[in-house]
């Protein structure tokens, strides 16, 4: 998600994260300031399993002020990156790094995001692969939440309840590719 959230969506990142957590689900996300920061602490918090996955090599940390927070990955979960270890950050490694979740993960929640947002390269990417991609109805009143919405396999929850509603119902129930 966005990397600078409302109140509104660092609380449905928490609630999502903690319900995914309490359901036996691992956290996937970017580490990246904001919704990804919010969704690994929660994690976290939570006692649950978390995995970020790096725009940098390994021995980078980006944003920096996540540093304390990759290391309490590192202990409680893993952190991992398809770039060479000493890969700085660079504006071509993000969408790399969407990607990749997309396809680590078996669906996407989308909590908040923008227009602009490299969430959409990785709800793009995910249902490329035909996994699920489940969007919170508070994005509705975006354009490209509305036109993504259209798309096969994007399902649309009404709360973080909702949404792990939907994500377990849609993992249980897998299209056919």
């Known amino acids: 998600g966005t990397r600078q959230p409302s109140n509104k969506g660092r609380q449905a990142a928490r609630s999502v994260a903690q319900r995914l957590v309490d359901e036996g689900f691992t956290v996937v996300s970017g580490l990246a300031a904001g919704i990804d920061t919010v969704a690994h602490e929660a994690a976290l918090e939570r006692g649950g399993r978390t995995l970020a996955v790096l725009g940098t090599g390994l021995y980078h940390c980006y944003p920096r002020q996540n540093s304390g927070l990759q290391r309490r990955i590192v202990g409680n979960g893993a952190v991992i990156s398809q770039f060479w270890p000493e890969t700085q950050p660079g504006r071509g490694n993000f969408p790399l790094r969407n990607e990749l979740m997309a396809g680590?993960?078996?669906?996407?929640?989308i909590v908040e995001a923008s227009a602009m947002s490299g969430t959409r390269?990785?709800?793009r990417a995910a249902l490329g692969l035909g996994r699920v991609v489940v969007l919170l109805d508070t994005l509705l009143g975006q354009q490209w939440a509305r036109d993504l919405?259209?798309?096969?396999?994007v399902k649309i929850a009404h709360s973080a309840a909702h949404a792990v509603e939907v994500l377990q119902h849609a993992i249980a129930q897998p299209a056919l590719l």
């Open 149 to 153: 919405s259209e798309q096969a396999g």
């Open 104 to 109: 680590l993960t078996e669906a996407s929640v």
């Open 121 to 123: 390269i990785e709800a």
